[in-house]
């Protein structure tokens, strides 16, 4: 079973640029997550897909960053402007939900803005 | 709103040493619980999780962890570690069943030879 992919796996940009970052999630899992992981912290959930619906949204920085998930499969997370803050891994994850709750995660995106 | 400890930044254990690695959650019911590890460049791989049942759960790799109500405890354990789990481990809950994971700051394992 093919786990869940993400690229780039690395993007340099310099502030008040746009970036986006791409998920494909594993095949028939419904729900689908987008973390950001800041160096030294844990992950932080940004936003959360059941199908091509949001469920939960309230960590995302909506006047900078969006998300969709079209056809409930791949999702597009992105950031316009950045800022140096921005500077993290951002991690994709999807789950059966109707299984175990495990969360599978892809091995993310290091976004550094300089 | 939920919070997770961990309170062991950085974790030095020589190879074929027990392992624990700490953890408290605040939170009033009691939350699914899990463990995840992160090795460089990877993604977290679940070693673990919590629901119900015995508070004793065993995970993969040789992990172990206990659930201890009366401290707001998940500590995760291992009884001879090796090279290979030399990684970053975090602890995470899901308080409200809808999974949602709030995760901790994370432990820093480090395996002397």
């Known amino acids: 079973e093919a786990g869940v992919a993400q690229s780039p796996r690395y993007k340099i940009i310099e502030k008040r640029q746009s970036v986006a970052f791409w998920c494909n999630p594993i095949s028939g899992h419904a729900t689908l997550y987008w973390y950001q992981q800041i160096l030294g912290q844990g992950p932080k959930l940004l936003i959360q897909?059941?199908?091509?619906?949001?469920?939960?949204d309230s960590q995302l920085p909506k006047d900078r960053f969006s998300a969709e998930r079209l056809k409930g499969v791949d999702s597009t997370l992105k950031i316009q402007p950045a800022k140096l803050e921005d500077s993290a891994v951002y991690l994709c994850?999807?789950?059966?939900?109707?299984?175990?709750?495990?969360?599978?995660f892809g091995p993310g995106t290091r976004l550094t803005v300089t | 709103a939920q919070s997770v400890t961990q309170p062991d930044i950085h974790i030095t254990v020589s190879e074929g040493a027990s392992l624990e690695l700490r953890c408290n959650y605040s939170?009033?019911?009691?939350?699914?619980l899990f463990w995840y590890v992160q090795s460089p460049g990877q993604g977290l791989q679940l070693l673990l999780k919590?629901?119900?049942?015995?508070?004793l759960v065993q995970g993969i790799k040789g992990f172990e962890a206990e659930f201890k109500r009366s401290q707001s405890s998940f500590n995760l354990r291992k009884p001879s570690v090796h090279w290979s789990d030399a990684a970053e481990y975090f602890c995470?809950?899901?308080?409200?069943?809808?999974?949602?994971?709030?995760f901790g700051t994370g432990t820093q394992l480090k395996v002397e030879l």
């Open positions: 994850a999807s789950s059966a939900r109707t299984v175990s709750y495990e969360q599978y």
């Open positions: 919590y629901f119900s049942g015995d508070t």
């Open positions: 897909f059941q199908n091509n619906g949001v469920v939960d």
């Open positions: 939170y009033g019911a009691t939350p699914y």
């Open positions: 995470a809950v899901d308080s409200g069943g809808g999974n949602k994971l709030t």
